[in-house]
């Protein structure tokens, strides 16, 4: 495997990444304000996660309910 010594300035890291994120992941990246590639990771991993749950928790419309 070759290594490479290309150095590239965070702010065009935090860039490119962003760019791969979809148009609500990418929204919410802006609107919490992140600047550090850190913070965006998180952010997104934290939105997915909700984004799961919220899923998860939803009925299935068409299910019957059923009485405990």
Do not use: H, W
């Not at 760019?19 to 952010?43: H, I, P, W, Y």
């Not at 939105?47 to 939803?58: A, D, G, P």
């Amino acid at each position: 495997m070759m290594g490479c010594a290309i150095r590239e300035n965070k702010t065009m890291t935090l860039r490119r990444f962003c760019k791969g994120l979809n148009d609500d992941l990418r929204r919410e990246v802006v609107f919490q304000g992140a600047s550090t590639l850190d913070q965006t990771c998180t952010l997104v991993q934290n939105y997915k996660l909700i984004m799961k749950n919220q899923r998860m928790n939803c009925q299935d419309p068409y299910s019957i309910p059923t009485r405990s």
